[in-house]
């Protein structure tokens, strides 16, 4: 469609406009091919969406979502390093689940399969009371927990999930025994918060940003406030060192070419800093980090370290 | 000042949406495997650069017309163009072998008029209210419900009850197969990723119902449907006269059809089965339905076509989505930067007046559009050669099981079921129990295992199975439906006993 003398133009106008020389302007030198191991709706779904447009504005080329659900994810990471590995092809890729699966069974890829090389963000831990709830601090919450252990509800999506994994490592921070109610997806979870099934949802910020009139997050596990919710603590600050979520980043199919990568890892970290993807993104309660390629190892070992202790609580490992 | 928000929507370029979207949605629908939830799903690029209202127009229409649309593959193909028309297979099928397909299509196209704006004034009017119900039903209710859901099998299957039941029970175990959402266990995979996403319910609906109806295509030299010497026209006369007739029928299932919407879960399919044996239930010609009775349609169509605007209740008012292509819709509004909540119908009343006044339209538009589209449908499908039909068919199996999940296992897993589904029938074991049971399998496990935490955490499991109104309805319901043949059948033999009394 795009003759190669427009695609080379548009490249060496973004890279000026830009104020940087890139060697590999002809990549991409075509339309990226965007897995999502989800359906569409989800956050995964709404965060890639975000960022396509911004894609288009600095490659010219087009990134196109297709959608391969089943799994939680592992059906796709499973086949995705057959896929073609000529830096055209990528996959939204998540936290916990690529690292939690493997550990607790067989489910057809390792976490080293995967070649990352960007996360992007990630939706933080929360706890959601519903707007009428008694418990209007954490301190309340936990101290109701501690009276009567067990009786505390709490729902999250999916089992071996960022939700069951914050309610793992919170109660052992804490030192309470609470009930984790896993459900079909942070729709069902929320419902279930909203009409009082639980005491509370162990969510992310985005939930309550999607549902503010009618629930109440008690602390948030990103690393400072959350611009949209100002007065709403951390967990750090309220003195459990909680800090996390369900992380979202990008991978490559072995065998990618090492300057695709790179590019890849430059292109979306530009993406990152755009001013109005930051402040969509933030709207909708996601916090932004930037792990670019070189940092990917490092930050996947730190997460693996957290994970692993939280995996054997699960007792999925030994 | 509503009236603003309907001339709004009146604008060329709302009513070209409605347009393109009914019409693209209608055949996309019609296409067995590619089903509304993926329609919606590939037109949601195309609506960033619309206003909000505009996108959702067309996100709705396109919704509109797929769930209609699901209907010509049901009845003249007796397979389900989406997992909603399941149902419409019933009697949709019998009637278009007999040669009265063209009617079908025209009882179709008017009760799914009238269900989709029944569904779509319940949102206009009522859907801050009726949102609630959504919030009254949780994990315990929701497992009673799939339990009553699998009771309408013993209506579904009458004669050969013992097969239904085995047939459902094979439906339940398929839908444990894969990584569980409760409990993140691995089962039924046999150590292959190849089962690991489980079996999904399009390509079990495509292999179950569509193969078996190949198999004989091509094994039989029958015509695939009789021609009615009398097939003129749209029949629509005809049409109207069993639809003013079955009135009721139609508004009660469109009720049914946007309740069930309201209920996050459930959907489309489990609508349609409800109304349909509620419709045979209360017909006083219960042993035509299967036979080719209009009722059935006029049922089915009615309700799954009311889902549309009931889903939309929750969705917009809760931020739940309703039905499947419901989440699609939400997250294709969270990019557009619109939040949903009561806000929405006051803060933001302009898009989301405009857009249900849309949504009206669309529904309009499916008289005439269905009319028009649904005569050509028919007529291809019987003018078509077997040799050109089958191999037709049988591509668009396997490209439409594809397209669902981007997935070639499903494929594999779509002909296996639609091979065993031939053997299967012919020892006289009906597609619709099985795949009833892997619908609602997974509805009924999570509710109980939620229920059953959630017992734990209180101290008395059992108590909370019955904890209040809705689930005491529900389980009195079940035990009305599973006795209620077992009554019939007694009462019908006391009448025959007594008759040859009187005989005497």
């Not at chain 2, 049409?239 to 946007?258: E, V």
Request: proline fraction near 6%.
């Amino acid at each position: 469609m795009k003759s190669p003398f427009m695609t080379v133009l548009a490249g060496a106008v973004t890279s000026l406009a830009m104020g940087t020389a890139v060697a590999q302007s002809d990549f991409p030198s075509k339309d990226l091919s965007y897995i999502i191991p989800f359906g569409p709706g989800g956050e995964s779904d709404i965060s890639a969406r975000l960022q396509q447009e911004y894609f288009t504005d600095i490659t010219g080329q087009e990134a196109v979502i297709e959608y391969k659900p089943g799994g939680g994810g592992a059906v796709a990471w499973s086949q995705f390093n057959d896929m073609p590995a000529d830096g055209h092809t990528i996959i939204g890729t998540n936290l916990p689940h690529i690292i939690l699966q493997p550990l607790a069974k067989d489910v057809g890829f390792e976490t080293d399969d995967l070649n990352n090389f960007y996360f992007f963000h990630y939706s933080p831990d929360a706890i959601l009371v519903p707007a009428d709830s008694p418990y209007q601090t954490l301190e309340d919450l936990v101290e109701a927990a501690e009276e009567a252990p067990g009786s505390i509800t709490f729902s999250g999506s999916g089992t071996y999930s960022a939700n069951h994994v914050a309610q793992t490592r919170f109660d052992e921070l804490a030192g309470i025994t609470t009930t984790y109610i896993p459900y079909k997806g942070t729709g069902a979870a929320v419902t279930a918060l909203k009409s009082g099934e639980v005491s509370a949802e162990w969510g992310y910020s985005t939930v309550a940003a999607n549902h503010q009139d009618d629930t109440r997050m008690l602390a948030i596990a990103s690393s400072e406030r959350h611009p949209l919710f100002p007065d709403v603590p951390t967990f750090q600050e309220l003195g459990y060192d909680l800090e996390g979520g369900a992380y979202r980043g990008m991978a490559v199919p072995e065998g990618t070419p090492e300057e695709a990568k790179q590019r890849l890892s430059e292109i979306f970290g530009e993406i990152n800093q755009d001013p109005e993807f930051v402040e969509r993104m933030q709207e909708l309660g996601f916090f932004l980090v930037d792990v670019p390629a070189d940092e990917v190892d490092d930050f996947l070992a730190e997460r693996r370290a957290e994970y692993e202790e939280v995996a054997r609580a699960f007792d999925l490992i030994d | 000042m509503s009236w603003s928000f309907l001339l709004a929507a009146f604008t060329p370029f709302n009513l070209m949406l409605a347009f393109v979207g009914v019409a693209a949605g209608i055949i996309i629908g019609g296409l067995p495997g590619l089903s509304a939830t993926m329609a919606v799903a590939v037109l949601v690029p195309v609506t960033f650069g619309m206003e909000p209202a505009s996108g959702l127009i067309m996100l709705g229409a396109i919704y509109t017309g797929a769930i209609y649309g699901g209907a010509y593959s049901a009845i003249l193909v007796n397979t389900p163009g989406t997992p909603s028309a399941i149902a419409t297979t019933f009697d949709g099928y019998p009637m278009a072998k007999r040669g009265d397909g063209d009617l079908a299509v025209t009882l179709a196209t008017l009760s799914s008029v009238v269900g989709g704006l029944t569904g779509a004034l319940a949102l206009l009017t009522l859907a801050p209210m009726l949102a609630t119900i959504a919030l009254q039903f949780g994990s315990v209710e929701y497992f009673w419900l799939a339990v009553l859901g699998l009771t309408l099998i013993s209506a579904l299957s009458e004669g050969a009850t013992i097969k239904g039941f085995i047939g459902a029970s094979l439906g339940l175990l398929l839908s444990t197969v894969g990584v569980a959402v409760v409990g993140g266990d691995v089962r039924y995979t046999f150590g292959s990723s190849l089962l690991l996403g489980g079996v999904e319910i399009i390509s079990a609906l495509i292999g179950l119902y569509c193969i078996p109806v190949l198999i004989d295509l091509v094994a039989t030299p029958d015509p695939h449907l009789r021609v009615s010497e009398k097939a003129s026209g749209f029949r629509l006369r005809e049409a109207l006269g069993y639809a003013l007739r079955s009135k009721f029928n139609m508004i009660r299932s469109a009720i049914i059809g946007t309740i069930v919407a309201i209920l996050p879960g459930a959907g489309g399919s489990i609508a349609s089965l409800v109304s349909y044996s509620e419709a045979r239930r209360s017909s006083k010609n219960r042993e035509r339905f299967g036979q080719g009775e209009p009722d059935g349609i006029l049922a089915t169509e009615s309700a799954n076509n009311a889902t549309v605007g009931g889903g939309f209740i929750p969705t917009l008012v809760l931020g739940i989505p309703g039905t499947p292509p419901d989440a699609i819709i939400l997250g294709a509004l969270l990019v557009q930067g619109v939040r949903t909540g009561p806000e929405l119908f006051t803060e933001n009343a302009d898009i989301s007046y405009t857009f249900i006044y849309g949504l009206l339209i669309a529904t309009f538009l499916l008289l005439p559009m269905g009319l028009v589209i649904g005569r050509y449908a028919f007529k291809s499908i019987i003018s078509i050669p077997k040799a050109i039909l089958a191999p037709t068919v049988a591509f668009m199996t396997v490209i439409g099981t594809y397209a669902i999940r981007n997935n070639v296992w499903d494929v594999l897993i779509m002909l296996v079921l639609g091979v065993l589904g031939w053997f299967l029938n012919r020892a006289g074991f009906k597609p619709s129990p099985i795949v009833l049971g892997l619908i609602l399998g997974p509805i009924a496990e999570q509710g109980f295992v939620q229920a059953v935490l959630m017992g734990q955490a209180q101290g008395a499991v059992l108590p909370i199975f019955f904890r209040g109104p809705i689930s005491w309805t529900i389980v009195a319901i079940i035990v009305i439906a599973t006795l209620y043949p077992l009554f019939a059948m007694v009462r019908k033999h006391r009448q025959t006993a007594a008759k040859a009394g009187s005989d005497e």
